[in-house]
C-alpha cells in the first residue's frame, strides 16, 4: 500500500471549498426568490417553485458529477468541469433580464423556471456539481483521510447554515439587492479559484484507490425501542454492486424530508409574509439535519430521536390537527418546527447510517438529489392539482412514520397484519360519519375520543406500519370533522393558495339565527356576506359603514359622485358597495379564482348588486398600474393580501411613487394594514416622512355589537394636508396623525427586512 499523505492543507483546501461552494448557494436561493417575488404578487408558491428549480438543478449537478466521476480519467474530469466553469462566466454578473414579462392567465411555475434557467442556470450547476465532486477527488487524492471523505459533507453543511442564518440578520438587513448581486458574482470567481485549486491537487497527487477498498456489511442493531440495520466498514478486497432495495430505501428517506420541507415552508410563509426570513427556517432546520447525522455522533443521537418523536407527536398532534387552540401564531410555528425536525431526523439518521463506500460516493448523492427533486416536483405539480388543500403535508407526517426504524424486518404477511388496526379504525370512523345526523353536536366527544387514541397509539410505536397507520386515521379523521364544521361551499386550490367559501351561522340584531358566507384565503378571512335582501349590499368585516372606509366614503359623499376609483385586491367584493353609479371602478386582483369567485351570485352577490360594471384587471398590481395613464385615480385602495401576509413589493418606496404617479394632484391612497404579525404602519409611516406625505392613520376597534364588524386597521395618504383635512374636521372615527419612526431605513425595491416590523 502506498504511502499517505497527512497534510492538512489538503483538508483546509478542500473544506474552504466546499463551504464556500454552499455559501454562495444558499446566498443565492433566498437572493433570486426575493427578486422574483415583486413580479408575481408574493405568493409563498414563488419560494417553492424555486425550490424546485434549485432541486432539479441540484440533480442535474449531481448526475453530471457521477458521470465525471465513473466514466472519465481524472485529468479529463479537471479539464472538462474547468471549461463548463469558463462557460458558466456567461452569467455574470448575476441578475435578472429585463423587461420580464409573467403570464397573468395560466400557472407561472414553467415561467420561473425559464427566468431562473436563463438568469443563474450556469453558475447554479456549477455550485450543484460541487459536494459530490470535491468529495470524490479528495477520496483519490491520497490522505490519510481518503477512504472515507463523508466528513467533509458537515463542512458543505455548515456552510449552508451559515449562509442562511446570515442572509436574514446580516446580509437583507445591510446589504440591497444590487449589492447583493454584485458581491455573490465576485464570490463565485473566487469559489472557482479554489476548485480549479483542488483540480490542480488531484493533478498532482492522484492516487487510484483500488489498492484497499472497504466494503459494506449489514449489521442488525437493536434497542428497547426498535430495530434497525446500519452499514459498517469491513475489509475486502472488492466493493460489491449496490442492491435495488438499498437504492429504494435512500431514495424514500430523501423523498418524505423534502416533500415536508415544502409544506412546512408554504405553512409558515402564508399567514405571515412571503419573505426570506420565514423561507429560512425550515431550510436551515433542514439542513441542520444533515450537520448531525453525518457527524460523529449520529450513532448515539439517532437512537434518541427515534425515542423521542413519538412522544413529541402527542401535542403536535393534538394541537395542530385535532384541537387547535387559540394559542399564538408562534407557538404552532414552533409545534410544527420541532415535529419537522424530529421527522427528517430520523428519516436523514437512517440516510447517513446506510452510506456506502467512497466507490458508490456519487451514486449515493445522486439518488440523493434525485428523490429530493421528486419530492419538490410531488409538491409543486403534483398536489397542487390531485388536492384541493394542503394535504400533502400531513401526508407526508405519516410517510415519515412508516420510515422509522422497524422492530424487526418486516415480511408482506406481517405488514398485512399490523395494517389491520389502521382499517378497523378507519372503518369504525367511516361508520360513525355516516351514521351520525349531527356530526357537530358531538364535536367534543370526537375530539376528546381522538386525543384518547393518539396517546394510545404512542404504546404501539414499535409496530411502526401500526403506528403510522393509526396516526394517519386520527389526522384524516380530525381533519373531515373541521371540514364538516366549516360547512365549506367550496375549495379550490391555485398558484396562489387556497381558496374557500364557507356558510356559517350569526346571531341577528333580532337574537334569531342567519346564515351568511364567509371567504378564507388560507386561514384568514378576506370577507364576508350576509345573505338576506336587506343586508346583502352591506359591506361587512374590514370594510363595515362603521371602519375607516366607510368614513372615509362617508365624509367625502357630497363630491365624489364621479370619481375613478381602483381597488388593489378583490376580496368578496365588499368594498364595491360603496360604488355610484356615476363613478368608474377598476379592481386589480392576481388570482383568477378569486374574480371568479366574486362574480357567482351562488358565493357572493357584491359586485352583481353594486358594481357590475366594475373592471376586473388580473394580474400583479404594480404591473397592470404601470399600463395606467397618469393621473388615472381620485382614490387607490391598496387591499392586497395573500392569507393574513402582505406582498412587500406593494410596500416600498417605488410602489408609492407609482402610486401617486396614477393619482390626480388631490387623490388619495388608502392602505389596509391590519396584520396579525407585522406592524407595517411603521413602513408606511417612513415613506410618508421621507416623501412629504400628509399622512392619517385610524386603528378602528368597534363600538357596537353589530354583526361581522371587525377591528381593522387603515392608513390615508396624498400630497396635499387640504386633501386630509375633510377627514380630521368631520368627527367621523378617530383620524390620527401618523406615530414617526427613526430605527430602520425606508423600503425599497432593493431593501426590504422583514425583521424590523415583527410585532
Known sequence: MPSQNRSLFLIVLFASTLFSSALLMFVLQPLFGKLLLPLLGGTPAVWNSCMVFYQSVLFLGYLYAHLLGTRLTAKVQIITHLAVIALSFLALPVGLPENLSPPTETNPTFWIFSTLALSIGLPFFILSTTAPLIQKWFAHVGHKDSEDPYFLYAASNTGSLVSLLSYPFLIEPNLGLTAQQSDWSMGYVVLCVLIASCGAMLWKNYRATNYSYVASETVAIQTNDFYYERHVSVASSHVPPLPLKTKLYWGALAFVPSSLLLGLTNFISTDIASVPLLWIIPLTVYLFSFVLVFSRWNDKSHVWFVRLQPIFLIPFVAYAFINP??????????????????????????????????????????????????????????????????YEYPLMIIAALLLRPSLKKLSLPEIGMQLIDPLLLLAIGVGVYFSVDNLIGYFDGIVISLCLLTIAVYFMRRRVVAYAGLIGVIIMSAMVVHHSESHTLMQERTFF?????????????????????????????????????????????????????????????????????????????????????????????????????????????????????????????????????????????MDAFSSDAVPTHLLTREAIELYFKKLKPNGILAFHITNRHLLLKKVVSIHAEQMHLAALINEFKPQTDAPLIVATDWVILAKNPETLKPLQTSQIGSWQKMPLYFDMPAWTDDFTNIVSIWK
Open 325 to 390: 387552540a387559540d394559542l399564538p401564531y408562534w407557538v404552532y410555528l414552533v409545534f410544527h418546527v420541532i415535529a419537522f425536525f424530529f421527522a427528517i431526523m430520523v428519516c436523514h439518521g437512517e440516510l447517513a447510517a446506510q452510506r456506502p463506500h467512497s466507490a458508490h460516493l456519487t451514486t449515493y448523492y445522486l439518488i440523493m438529489s434525485f428523490a429530493g427533486m421528486l419530492g419538490g416536483m410531488f409538491n409543486t405539480f403534483v398536489a397542487p392539482f390531485v388536492f384541493n388543500g394542503i
Open 497 to 637: 393558495g387556497v381558496m374557500a367559501v364557507r356558510e356559517s351561522l350569526l346571531t341577528d340584531e333580532k337574537g334569531q339565527p342567519e346564515t351568511y358566507h364567509e371567504l378564507f384565503h388560507g386561514t384568514t378571512k378576506h370577507g364576508a356576506q350576509r345573505l338576506i335582501p336587506t343586508e346583502s349590499k352591506t359591506p361587512l368585516t374590514y370594510y363595515s359603514r362603521p371602519s375607516p372606509m366607510g368614513q372615509l366614503f362617508k365624509t367625502f359623499d357630497t363630491q365624489n359622485a364621479n370619481w375613478n376609483i381602483g381597488v388593489v385586491g378583490l376580496g368578496a367584493g365588499a368594498l364595491t358597495c360603496y360604488a355610484k353609479p356615476s363613478q368608474t371602478w377598476t379592481l386589480y386582483e392576481i388570482d383568477p379564482l378569486v374574480v371568479d369567485i366574486a362574480r357567482n351570485p351562488a358565493y357572493f352577490s357584491y359586485l352583481s348588486q353594486c358594481a357590475p360594471n366594475a373592471v376586473s384587471e388580473i394580474g400583479d398590481a404594480r404591473l397592470s398600474l404601470q399600463n395606467k395613464p397618469d393621473g388615472t385615480f381620485d382614490l387607490l385602495m
